[in-house]
Nanobody
């Protein structure tokens, strides 16, 4: 099993920054890809960013490209999402997830955290 715990969400004004963290524990040898997704009550869960756990290659959704950065802290098994130039449209619950493959699709992610709320005010 893999356990994921997100933290770092909060309230920020448009143009500001936040850094989310996802603490990863359990059988990490089963992980190939890590992803960040976000969701509002009336939307499907949206892909934000992904990373290959083993060596750190990354990929981003179009809506966040150039503003968000996903990275891994190997020493502490933490995946981070640095969010800069935040917009009100970024308001959502953000989830980290782990997969045995490399994908943008929700259905390929086996393990999920409980989410952390990000609110961006105008």
């Amino acid at each position: 099993q893999v356990q994921l715990v997100e933290s770092g969400g909060g309230l920020v004004q448009a143009g500001g920054s936040l850094r989310l963290s996802c603490a990863v524990s359990g059988r990490t040898d089963s992980i190939y890809g890590m992803g960040w997704f976000r969701q509002t009550p009336d939307q499907a869960r949206e892909f934000v960013a992904r990373l290959i756990w083993r060596h750190g290659a990354t990929d981003y959704g179009d809506s966040v490209k150039g503003r968000f950065t996903i990275s891994r802290d190997n020493a502490s098994a933490i995946v981070r999402l640095q969010m800069n130039n935040l917009k009100p449209e970024d308001t959502a619950v953000y989830f980290c997830a782990a997969a045995r493959g490399w994908s943008r699709e929700v259905r390929f992610y086996e393990y999920w955290g409980q989410g952390t709320r990000v609110t961006v005010s105008s």
